[in-house]
């Protein structure tokens, strides 16, 4: 890609985020086209992070875990919906993953977990997430019960109008009393440590920057 | 010896080993009785004295061989008696430490050799001859092993055979038995005294009155209940560590006529207590009135309806009452026989001694098995949660074991004068209270069983459900110690802290927003430093995430409330680190977009000063805060407008002012300025702690003109005014006290009118307020017009009626007030109109010295000022006598003070000739080798008044006063020069003491002196050397004439 064309690219992004500065959009831009490697341009192919790969990312750099928050995770960077994220989300989506405001992110989580988008977090998919987050009692009847007493709790904590399923407003109400119920979920954004440790190294060289695919 | 007495004394263990006899008021009064018993044998029988046992009565004696003497025969080892039986054995035979006795008359020879040792001996013989009687009759009398029927044997006896041996062995079988009937009925009176109440009796009282509750006019009470519903074992209804005081029960009762009454029921009787608490769970457990001897007479005594419908009830039941107290002997009867059962070589039997003793042999033990009620408690309502929670005690008991090693480890290491330091004032400071877990029998309430899951889910669950866990945790009431406690019980504590130590962010905020709340309970601070929390949180403080730094600082600040903890906090670098956050307080470097979960770092440093206001109450923190460059942050942190900033900055400040170093370096980085501004905020506490520290601060001069300067004394005066807060106040009163210490000071306080309000402050305050009132009264008395303006309010009277106090400070400050005030003839005419003197007088006696010393003082001005000041001292029954021997303390202070004071006596001729016949010179020359010139100054104006009477001026020089006093005019002080030479001008007039003043080079000093420009000591000074030489002179004329 030219320098002027990547100049130009650059300046869109930059006008179109609200987070980051010319620099950090320079970076960023440029890690995005490391990752993605040097694929001959084809008019019309899109360019961007498969599933895949993205994963293998918030994996690697971000210190996720979860297969199905990680999909969720890359559902919500790939706002079109293409199977891939293009440099353009991939800009939008870290400037929340790095700088975005708890409004920012409460939406962005509540999208994560409202695991088939009807606006409503249910209690299926309260369990569906839950359902790894207890060690398994060997004396435990049936192993399933802690986890929907665990989706009890959280009802109760967090569902303030008492339909049973979490609207965006119950959660933006237990998030704003408690942040630390904004990955009620499970995480679904970098942990500091390891947000820090990559803005270190992107902002300082993003030529230098690796991780091993 | 006594047959049955074996039964009814008490013993222990019985059948198993030796026994031994309890040490028992019983056991010692029988011990007693029977002592008595056998001495008087000899006199009494003696032909039954001579009677040889069948069997010799060994024991082992602590008696020594040469204690014996004429009678017997002594060796180094062994002691035989010289009374022999017919086959030549000696009576009595010692081998050390075995004695064997084989007759009455020694029997009563040893106990009269034993003297003191008597009660051991007797006790030693009867523990080892458990059945005495068999050993000195023989086998037909004993009495142990049968029913009863020794009267019938005995007759029997005497039938059969005839001759005198027999006749004598039934005599002495007689006596024993006499003696028998004796210690019984004797014992039986004993008992009697001591009937203690039991569980069931006060079981039944309080079932019977609750027959007799309900609504209704005619029921005694309105309702009558336990505190709680289990009853362990022993029939106590008092959790296990309340049972050791003798608490069997409490009830909560609601009479018609007054309020509801919590009463405790001991095995002492019943009494009133402290109430059920805020929270409803605990019970107060201090006594708040008088015992009574049961429920029935306390409730009559607190309510009237109750012994009115009582009465009315009246006979019905007093029957019932009759009824079932006889019923409880019944009960423990049948357990003690249980018991007894198994140890069957103490054949038991059934006599009436027995029956009544049983139930106050039955002792109330706090029943041991408590803890394993509550494992069966939860086996009954939660099967399946018992494994886990088995699981989490044996972890529990594991981690505090290990945590309590590490702690000693720990402490191993440290450096030892460190550990001295530390221990030496931990106790007093640190009353660990005793540690209870949450009560067993109490029904558990239901937050226990829902926090006890949650515990399980933080234990068992990731990141994500540990979260979610801690969230709803913290959903409870944290402030309440029934949750406070649930949380340590079910094994809380251990996980909330292991959550410190990984990385996840997130848990390490909940669990600390969690360990911040329930480490306002005093217990649970202790279980957070015993399970090793601290240093943990300690190491937080370096986290990169403020939102973390500030709640551990603030769970430190929580924590670190006594010593163990704030010394845990200093060895682990807290001290250094909290200083640190300190200074995020002013970096302008605030990241322009402060990330999630994070706050400001004004918040950062307020969390810091809160944690330092914590642990700065321990000296070597206070050190550790200054090395670490904490004072100049604490300067410029007070120069924000935060109250609650500065409120925990002013505690630090406050805290530390005690240290001397402190005080120079608040001095030098002009904090002064800002505690004077501060003092005008809205926020009482902010007020309080600026107070006290300038309070801490004024014992210096400069700082004193400093809070002046800055305009701070206005301030002081008008908050003098607002009486409601007690502690601003005390605060407020202390820094005017000390303020007031400069006189420029006072004339501000004047002007504010501060005086008056003081005075009127002299009444109905507290004690800590009253110090300082009266100190700085004390102070603002040195001026006249303050003298004038404090008589006029009518300030005298309180302050005189204020030496009739026992506290001591308060006495040091009134003594000193009252003593400013006698320098005014007016005044002192009210004070002893009011009989002052002679309550300063009698504080001469007070045990302290700086009381002595405060009274000595004030009584010169007093004497001074007084019409007929001898008449009145002379007055003082014994009075002269007590000063004069206060010459013999070895407190410096007390001292001077009394030397003043007799200065001030002697000025009455009468007065010094009945001060010499105490002996006043003599005492007076003794002290006459002193450095301290204020001593010297007040000693040497002592002598010189003393010299005007009668032979004293050649005693002085007799005990050898004269040549000390000399010396004395080498000192830099002009105050010891002029009552020096004052003292050598009297002395001077006798022959010897020229000589001896001439000898130790007094001439020269005394012509320097007279070159002085203060006119008295010039003249006394000129005084002096004239006698001397005129003296001279004479002895001249005398050996050339």
């Known amino acids: ?213 | 010896m006594g047959v049955t007495l074996t039964k009814s004394a008490q013993w222990t263990a019985a059948g198993r080993g030796p026994a031994t006899l309890e040490v028992t008021p019983l056991n010692e009064a029988i011990l007693q009785e029977i002592i008595v018993f056998v001495e008087s044998f000899l006199y009494m029988y003696p032909r039954e004295a001579k009677f040889v046992f069948v069997e010799p009565l060994g024991w082992k004696t602590s008696l020594e061989p040469l204690a014996f003497g004429s009678g017997y025969v002594v060796s180094e080892k062994t002691v035989k008696s010289e009374e022999v039986d017919k086959n030549g054995e000696p009576l009595l035979f010692l081998s050390v430490p075995q004695i064997k006795v084989r007759s009455f008359g020694q029997l009563s020879c040893l106990l009269y050799i034993a003297k003191d040792k008597k009660l051991k001996e007797a006790q030693a013989c009867l523990e080892a001859n458990r059945d005495p009687v068999v050993k000195i009759l023989g086998s037909d009398y004993s009495t142990t092993k049968r029913e009863d029927s020794s009267a019938l044997r005995i007759l029997d006896k005497i039938i059969k055979d005839d001759d005198p041996e027999h006749e004598i062995k039934t005599n002495i079988a007689m006596l024993i038995q006499q003696m028998d009937m004796h210690l019984l009925n004797y014992s039986l009176k004993h008992i009697s005294l001591e009937i203690r109440l039991n569980p069931s009796a006060i079981k039944n009282d309080v079932e019977l009155l609750q027959r007799y509750s309900g609504k209704g006019e005619q029921t005694v009470l309105e309702s009558i209940e336990y505190t709680s519903d289990y009853e362990f074992s022993n029939g106590c209804r008092a959790p296990p560590w309340r049972q050791i005081h003798g608490e069997m029960c409490y009830v909560l009762v609601k009479p018609h006529d007054v309020e509801a009454l919590c009463i405790t029921c001991s095995t002492e009787g019943v009494f009133l207590n402290g109430g059920k608490t805020d929270d409803a769970t605990e019970i107060n457990y201090e006594r708040k009135g008088k015992i009574y001897k049961d429920l029935i007479t306390i409730l009559r005594e607190k309510s009237a309806t109750f012994s009115k419908n009582m009465a009315k009830q009246g006979n019905t039941f007093n029957e019932e009452q009759q009824k079932e107290t006889f019923q409880p002997d019944e009960a423990p009867k049948k357990e003690e026989v249980t018991t007894k059962a198994d140890a069957e070589k103490s054949t038991l039997q059934m006599n009436p001694i027995n029956f009544v003793r049983n139930p106050i042999g039955k002792r109330l033990e706090p029943s041991l098995n408590w803890k394993s009620t509550v494992d069966l408690k939860d086996h009954r309502s939660s099967g399946r949660d018992t494994q886990e929670e088995k699981h989490a005690r044996i972890e529990k008991g594991r981690s505090s074991v290990v945590s309590g090693r590490m702690q000693s480890a720990r402490k191993a290491a440290d450096k030892p004068e460190e550990i001295l330091s530390e221990s030496s004032s931990e106790s007093e400071e640190d009353e660990e209270p005793p540690d209870h877990r949450q009560e067993a029998n109490a029904d558990l309430p239901s937050e226990y069983w829902q926090i006890q899951k949650l515990v399980k889910y933080l234990k068992g669950g990731n990141q994500t459900a540990t979260v979610i866990a801690l969230c709803s945790m913290r959903d409870f009431n944290l402030a309440q110690e029934t949750c406070q406690l649930a949380i340590r019980d079910v094994g809380g504590l251990e996980v909330l802290i292991n959550l410190l130590d990984t990385d996840e962010v997130k848990c390490k905020i909940g669990s600390l927003k969690i360990l911040k709340e329930i480490s306002h309970n005093p217990q649970i601070r202790r279980n957070i430093v015993d399970l090793g929390g601290l240093p943990i949180m300690v190491n937080i403080l370096d986290s990169p995430n403020k939102n973390l730094k500030c709640l551990a600082a603030e769970t430190i600040a929580n924590v670190a409330k006594f010593r163990r903890a704030r010394q845990a906090v200093r060895q682990h670098g807290g001290i250094t680190k909290l200083v640190a956050l300190l200074d995020c307080g002013q970096s302008p470097s605030e990241p322009p977009q402060p990330s999630l979960y994070e706050t400001r770092d004004v918040e950062v440093a307020r969390c810091g000063a809160q944690a330092l206001w914590s642990c700065s109450k321990s000296y070597a923190n206070k050190e550790a805060i200054r090395k670490a460059g904490g004072i100049p942050l604490l300067a410029r942190l007070l120069k924000t407008s935060h109250e609650d900033m500065l409120i925990p900055v002013v505690g630090t400040l406050q805290e530390c002012a005690s240290e001397e170093n402190y005080r120079a370096a608040i001095k030098a980085e002009r904090i002064i300025e800002n505690l004077v501004k501060n003092l005008n905020s809205a926020n009482e506490q902010l007020q309080e702690h600026c107070a006290m520290a300038i309070y801490q601060c004024a014992e210096d001069e400069e700082t004193r003109d400093l809070v002046r300067l800055h305009g701070g004394l206005k301030p002081l005066a008008s908050l003098l005014g607002k009486t409601d807060n007690k502690e601003r106040l005390a605060a407020v009163t202390g820094a005017i006290w000390k303020c007031s210490i400069s006189k420029e000071n006072v004339t501000k306080f004047r002007e504010y009118r501060a005086i008056e309000t003081l005075v009127g402050l002299l009444s109905d305050q507290p004690e800590e307020v009253l110090v300082n009132v009266v100190g700085a009264l004390g102070e603002c008395c040195q001026e006249y017009e303050n003298r004038v303006l404090v008589r006029k309010c009518g300030g005298i009277q309180p302050l005189v009626s204020l030496l009739v106090g026992i506290n001591q400070s308060l006495l040091v400050n009134v003594t000193k007030a009252v003593g400013a005030c006698a320098v005014e003839p007016e005044s002192m005419m009210i004070i002893d109109r009011l009989d002052g003197v002679r309550l300063l007088w009698s504080l001469l006696k007070n045990p302290h010295p700086d009381v002595k010393a405060s009274a000595a003082w004030a009584l010169c001005p007093c004497i001074e000022n007084a019409k007929d000041a001898g008449e009145m001292v002379r007055s003082f029954v014994g009075g002269l006598e007590l000063v004069v021997n206060l010459l013999k303390s070895d407190n410096k202070e007390v001292l001077a003070s009394v030397c003043a004071a007799i200065t001030n006596i002697a000025k009455d001729q009468e007065n010094l000739a009945v001060i010499t016949d105490h002996g006043v010179v003599p005492l007076l020359s003794k002290l006459a080798n002193t450095n301290n010139d204020k001593l010297r100054h007040h000693l040497a104006e002592a002598i010189a008044r003393c010299c005007m009477w009668g032979r004293n001026r050649v005693a002085f020089g007799e005990y050898k006063a004269v040549a000390p006093l000399v010396r004395y005019l080498k000192s830099d002080d002009t105050n010891v020069h002029r009552a020096t030479t004052q003292a050598l001008y009297q002395l001077s007039e006798d022959a010897n003491n020229c000589i001896t003043m001439h000898e130790n080079g007094a001439v020269k000093l005394l012509l320097d002196m007279v070159g002085s420009p203060d006119q008295s000591l010039q003249e006394a000074a000129a005084g002096c050397i004239s006698n001397i030489r005129r003296l001279a002179l004479a002895t001249e004329k005398a050996r050339y004439a």
């Open chain 1, 1 to 213: 890609m030219n320098r002027k064309k990547l100049q130009k690219l650059t300046d869109t992004l930059t006008k179109n985020c609200r987070h980051f500065n010319t620099y950090e959009v320079n970076c960023l831009v440029s890690l995005f086209y490391t990752l993605v490697g040097d694929v001959a341009e084809r008019p019309g192919a899109v360019t961007g992070l498969d599933r895949n790969a993205f994963r293998n990312i918030l994996h690697m750099t971000f210190g996720m875990t979860d297969d199905m928050i990680m999909d969720r995770v890359f559902r919500g960077f790939d706002k079109d919906n293409d199977g891939c994220v293009n440099v353009a989300e991939w800009i939008s989506g870290l400037s929340l993953f790095l700088r975005g405001s708890l409004e920012e992110k409460m939406k962005y989580c509540f999208e994560v977990f409202d695991l088939n988008g009807d606006g409503f977090i249910s209690k299926e998919e309260m369990f569906h997430m839950l359902k790894n987050s207890l060690l398994k009692q060997p004396s435990e009847e049936d192993p399933d019960e802690g986890i929907k007493d665990l989706v009890e709790i959280t009802l109760k904590k967090m569902d303030h109008d008492h339909d049973g399923k979490l609207s965006f407003a119950d959660y933006e109400q237990a998030v704003r009393e408690e942040t630390l119920l904004l990955e009620a979920f499970g995480p679904c954004l970098p942990d500091p440590k390891s947000q820090m440790e990559f803005e270190a190294q992107v902002f300082k060289d993003p030529h230098e920057f690796s991780y091993d695919m």
